[in-house]
């Protein structure tokens, strides 16, 4: 069972470095996390991977006046993501029409909310914004709208305000993805799930 988890993590996560990479080539409009990213890689000089790595590692550190406990999924998150990123990038061409490009939006839409029933449903450990949101409801009683909510549409604005790309993909991704993930992930959730972090949330 052990490395049927380790598996269907690593898999998750490779395919949500792929649909992310989609996303940017389809230059629609991403997601509040990687509309920041984004942003901060015209700053810093990094790629995007880089950027996502880096900002996983210091959300791991506020981790800690939260009291929350990383899993090895946690760990898997940060680096697997942005690594699959920067590959994926790498060898996808640029989309040329708004039909195409409306096509890999959506599908990397999709493929993104498949990736995190998958790496969910493992039961290996949240990813590092996930325990951040889950750490802000625990410890200071926030409810995890309001959690959710607050920093999203804190590093949304940063992003934007930095370059990130907003668009209608951003819109279809805050209005698609609850949905997806809750429809794909009885498929993927394995049982009894494993103990090593908080709670899962859908992002």
Known sequence: MLMRRLIQLHLGL?????????????????????????GLTGLTGLTLGQTSIAIGVVIMLAWIPLRQKPGYGTLANIFVIGLM????LAVLPVFEGLALRSVMMVAGVVLNAIACAAYIGAGMGTGPRDGLMTGLHERLGWSIRVSRLSIEATVLVAGWLLGGVVGIGTVLYALAMGPLVQFFLPMFTLSPPLKVSPAPSSS
């Open 14 to 38: 490779c395919l949500f470095g792929f649909a992310l990479a989609l996303m940017v080539r389809a230059t629609l409009g991403l997601d509040p996390w990687n509309v920041f990213q984004q």
């Open 85 to 88: 990123v920067d590959v994926s």
